[in-house]
């Protein structure tokens, strides 16, 4: 497996989020890694998408996902679950990627079929908020053999307030893998 490098984000955030399907996600912890596939993200398309928190224009919270693309953006949902994105585009587009689901390849026994659970089971929370995905602990990866598949569009999940940004169909997934959070 090899590391993304920053270019792979530094791109269109609906392409990075399709690219993103059947990449790896490695998490470290305690010198533990636990990898698993990326079967499930979200695209989020910057301040002028309304279901995206950068629409809210740059915050203290949302400071993240203006800066440089290929860093952590976690926020915290309904007061219990964290969300991990991957920021995307070039520094100041406020674009993101919220990864929806995993495929537990190597020690994850939890559930990661929502972004909730994900975050949960590889100990990711706002401690991480900024982390750079370049580094040793946690980072996204490629296979060399890379399995094929196809890919499922749909729209977001709960952003029903968004008006039609709620309709688009920014939603992928991996066609019948059984760790889709909801098909």
Not at 150 to 158: E, L
């Given at each position: ?21 059947g990449k790896l996600l490695v998490r470290v912890v ?98 991480l908020n900024g982390h750079d995905l370049l580094s ?48």
């Open positions: 497996m090899r590391k993304l490098e920053r270019g792979f984000y530094d791109r269109d955030t609906i392409q990075v989020a399709q690219e993103l399907l305690d010198g533990t890694e636990r990898i698993g596939r990326i079967v499930e993200v979200e695209a989020y398309l910057g301040p002028h998408d309304l279901a995206a928190h950068s629409a809210r224009g740059l915050t203290p919270r949302t400071r993240v996902m203006f800066g440089p693309p290929g860093h952590v953006y976690v926020y915290l949902i309904y007061g219990i679950y964290h969300c991990m994105n991957v920021v995307t585009q070039a520094e100041g587009t406020a674009s993101a990627v919220l990864l929806r689901a995993l495929e537990p390849i190597h020690n994850i026994r939890a559930r990661t079929q929502g972004p909730g659970l994900l975050c949960r089971a590889l100990e990711i929370d706002k401690r040793a602990d946690l980072f996204i990866a490629a296979e060399d053999a890379a399995p094929r598949f196809s890919i499922v569009k749909r729209p977001r999940i709960g952003v029903d307030y968004a008006g039609v940004w709620a309709r688009r169909l920014l939603r992928f997934y991996i066609r019948a893998n059984p760790y889709v959070s909801r098909r």
